[in-house]
């Protein structure tokens, strides 16, 4: 569980790391993970194919959010910010 005890870098790198593995899941191809994929959920927790421009919106994704909690969301005082330089 990512948790503000991680440091700010370990953060981002398991957000890349768990999103980047679903991409890459999408190469295996199984009757018992097909019947998952076959359903609404599973079709949108592990998708269907392979694309290089989702781990390109996935690194885009990531990279916002994690610029948008570091400079906008950087409040004085916030000891989360302080630890995880």
Excluded at 6 to 29: C, N, V
Excluded at 36 to 41: D, E, F, H, L
């Amino acid at each position: 569980m990512i948790t503000t005890k991680w440091r700010f870098r370990s953060q981002i790198a398991a957000a890349l790391l768990f999103s980047y593995g679903i991409e890459f899941s999408q190469f295996y191809h199984t009757d018992w993970i097909d019947s998952i994929r076959a359903t609404t959920i599973g079709g949108l927790v592990l998708g269907f194919g392979f694309r290089l421009s989702d781990l390109v919106s996935y690194t885009l994704g990531v990279g916002t959010g994690a610029a948008i909690n570091r400079y906008l969301l950087k409040k004085p005082g916030n000891s989360y910010h302080q630890q995880s330089s």
